[in-house]
């Protein structure tokens, strides 16, 4: 309905703003008010191809070109001066409600009007503003870069990796906050402004995607509490607004789905009652209290365990032994367990049936800490759900927050939805449960709760580029056999470099043969 409404408008104010210089051109009043036809018109008025046409019903890539059009309405028109192009911008193509009334009299089609740039500066313009259209259909409906920048999916995503995140498996988002700088997320880098205009959105709408979010992919998503005031301990629900599109982009492993049962014991996820099987790459890591007999070197603790210097903390020299915290999965726990120089090494498990209200959903009737959670159900569409004093607690943020419903819990534990009293809920859209393989170093849903579909923005396929923090020299920084690797999969990741390097090599290679021949 929303969506109707909108193009109702912009077609309403088009039709009054050009219906004098439709007839002006040659043409009939009535073409500049049938939806879709008038943009065809138009393209021939402005002598422009008609597949710009599909490009004006494209959000955001629209915004970039409704000032190309509104300059080519004034040109049409023999206005050519600076002064009518930056009118026609500033204006947002209010100016044409000058032209179509004020001094249409004045006016005349210019209709063999070339449509080749007049100088080298406009033909650089041009370039620019459809290279940028271009650059920003491709990140906003096909694939998108993204870094990874903390370790909650060790082993397989590393501090440092370049993705390409794709849109299209699960279904391209429109853009809510239409007006906004093209390829920039929710601030402006090196500002700390907004990059988009607040209180201006368009209705949530995601494009038919290829599969479903599956269980166990990695997901990246915008992160649901951004805007949440409190979070950590949070019983007042207090958020501070912003739009799905321009919250936090999070990356984590998809461990639970919609219609599932969820359980957290001894830090391992048990679904529907068993024990989940992560993929070979997926190495679940945890604390392990280490005692040592002499200290550790840097080297061992990077090279010999694979461990990131901020994952291994020093605790101090207690009566000639040296104790550690260390994160580490199962397999480099067991060999250091082997090491020589190691006394004993012992995994850091939260005991069950203590309370932290730092876990969701913050609430004292659910005596539940990081590694022993729930069970929880995983709300899916369409599903009933039972509201009381016991489920609220999970499911309120769904209602009042997620799917934008006027919540009331009255004092005697009445409970109104949009003024409704009610003690039922039905699920609009699926729910899922997002959690990093890093298990205590990990900010994810043991912490904020469900994670709605409308949240997710695509799926990781691809590292293209893999920087080590830890490393200076140039030669060793690039972590050369993760590029071009594929996220997903079984077995050790193989690096398709070479047969990027061997394909660039034939293109330029053919495109020389093709110049040699054409001399």
């Not at 943009?39 to 710009?52: E, G, N």
């Not at 890591?285 to 901020?310: A, K, L, S």
């Not at 040296?322 to 999965?329: A, C, F, G, S, W």
Request: net charge positive.
């Amino acid at each position: 309905m929303n969506w109707i409404l909108f193009i109702l408008i912009i077609q309403v104010l088009h039709f009054a703003a050009t219906w004098k210089l439709y007839q002006k051109a040659g043409k009939q009043a009535w073409q500049a008010a049938v939806p879709i036809y008038n943009a065809i018109v138009l393209m021939d008025i402005i002598k422009r191809p008609k597949w710009w046409v599909l490009v004006l019903f494209i959000p955001v890539i629209n915004l970039l070109l409704f000032p190309v059009i509104w300059v080519e309405i004034a040109r049409s028109f023999r206005k050519f001066d600076t002064k009518d192009t930056w009118l026609a911008i500033l204006s947002l193509g209010f100016y044409n409600f000058y032209l179509n009334y004020v001094i249409i009299d004045e006016l005349k089609y210019n209709e063999n009007r070339s449509i080749k740039p007049p100088s080298k500066t406009g033909e650089w313009i041009s370039s620019i503003t459809f290279a940028v259209a271009a650059a920003t259909f491709v990140h906003t409906y096909v694939m998108q870069p993204f870094t990874i920048p903390t370790s909650s999916l060790e082993k397989s995503l590393l501090i440092g990796d370049f993705l390409f995140v794709s849109k299209f498996h699960y279904g391209a988002k429109t853009p809510i906050s239409p007006i906004a700088l093209p390829m920039v997320h929710d601030s402006i880098p090196g500002t700390g402004l907004r990059s988009y205009l607040k209180g201006i959105e368009l209705p949530y709408f995601r494009l038919p995607g290829i599969q479903k979010v599956k269980r166990n992919e990695i997901v990246v998503f915008n992160w649901p509490s951004d805007s949440l005031a409190l979070m950590w301990g949070d019983t007042s629900d207090k958020f501070t607004y912003k739009p799905i599109d321009k919250k936090t982009n999070y990356v984590k492993r998809c461990v639970g789905i919609a219609g599932d049962s969820l359980e957290i014991k001894n830090g391992y996820v048990y679904i529907n009652g068993k024990q989940t099987i992560l993929p070979d790459r997926a190495k679940t890591q945890f604390h392990y209290y280490v005692e040592t007999r002499q200290p550790f070197t840097p080297d061992e603790i990077i090279h010999g365990y694979g461990v990131n210097p901020d994952e291994a903390s020093f605790l101090g020299k207690v009566n000639e032994n040296y104790k550690y915290v260390i994160n580490l999965d199962k397999e480099h726990a067991l060999l250091m367990k082997k090491d020589a120089k190691v006394i004993s090494i012992k995994r850091n498990i939260d005991a069950k049936g203590s309370f932290d209200p730092e876990i969701f959903p913050h609430d004292p009737q659910y005596a539940w800490s990081q590694d022993n959670f729930g069970p929880i159900y995983i709300p899916a569409k369409g599903d009933v759900l039972e509201l009381n004093k016991e489920t609220l607690p999970f499911y309120k943020r769904i209602v009042s927050e997620y799917e934008k419903n006027n919540l009331e819990i009255k004092s005697n534990g009445d409970i109104f939805i949009n003024n409704v009293k009610t003690n039922t809920y039905t699920v609009k859209q699926n729910y899922y449960w997002m959690m990093g393989d890093n298990r205590q170093r990990s900010l994810d849903a043991r912490y904020w709760g469900y994670t709605p579909f409308d949240h997710v923005v695509g799926k990781p396929v691809f590292i293209w580029m893999s920087l080590d923090q830890n490393e200076t020299a140039i030669n060793k920084k690039i972590r050369w056999n993760r590029l071009f690797t594929t996220v997903h999969g079984s077995g050790k990741p193989k690096s398709y470099f070479i047969y990027f390097l061997v394909l660039v090599g034939l293109y330029y290679l053919g495109k020389e043969i093709i110049k040699r021949r054409k001399k």
